[in-house]
T-cell receptor, first 111, second 112 residues
């Protein structure tokens, strides 16, 4: 089983829709969780950290479910500019600063 | 503004040649990382460093080496380039353990 797994998609949604992605992780001792956004051929950029109590940043909501070992990202009122690949990242076993990335979920928002 | 820069942005080389990719950050971060990104595999960790003179192997370290002689730089060397090392390489840094990574803009390497 991979350490971090994501559905590669693509998720094709119309503008204004709500879309959610999940990311599962295998190490129950993981402590740090992040969502990154990556545009084609560009570097990943931090979208948001994921906190135990869940957190929101505008149209984006991130949640952590430790019991089932997954994190989620919810995007409300999708914009064309949200089209990108969303990567989840989880700190590796035993080393807090070594992040393991999922392969990413591709989102395409259409008119 | 502080930043992390990679050079070159694009590189074409031949199999068997030694290649060095540069990574320089001005944030004074202790932690630096090299990843490669390939279709179907996502970002995979090659090497990382937690400070000067510290280097560690990641999950795909064979054929690569790094050195950390100062805080700002972590050059990645391909000792004898192979076609399987054709990839996009990203350098990243973070200030403290467990914190988010900041990425450079990447180097597209083609080994012919």
């Amino acid at each position: 089983r991979k350490e971090v797994e994501q559905d590669p998609g693509p998720f094709n949604v119309p503008e204004g829709a709500t879309v959610a992605f999940n990311c599962t992780y295998s190490n129950s001792a993981s402590q740090s969780f992040f969502w990154y956004r990556q545009d084609c051929r560009k570097e990943p950029k931090l979208l948001m950290s994921v906190y135990s109590s869940g957190n929101e940043d505008g149209r984006f909501t991130a949640q952590l479910n430790r019991a089932s070992q997954y994190i989620s990202l919810l995007i409300r009122d999708s914009k064309l500019s949200d089209s990108a690949t969303y990567l989840c990242a989880v700190n590796s076993a035993g080393t807090a600063s070594k992040l393991t990335f999922g392969t990413g979920t591709r989102l395409q928002v259409t008119l | 503004d502080a930043e992390i820069t990679q050079s070159p942005r694009h590189k074409i080389t031949e199999t068997g040649r030694q290649v060095t990719l540069a990574c320089h950050q001005t944030w004074n971060h202790n932690n630096m990382f090299w990843y490669r990104q390939d279709l179907g595999h996502g970002l995979r960790l090659i090497h990382y460093s937690y400070g000067v003179q510290d280097t560690n192997k990641g999950e795909v370290s064979d054929g690569y080496s790094v050195s950390r002689s100062n805080t700002e730089d972590l050059p990645l060397t391909l000792e004898s380039a192979a076609s399987s090392q054709t990839s996009v390489y990203f350098c990243a840094s973070s200030p403290n353990l467990g914190e988010k990574l900041f990425f450079g803009s990447g180097t597209q390497l083609s080994v012919l």
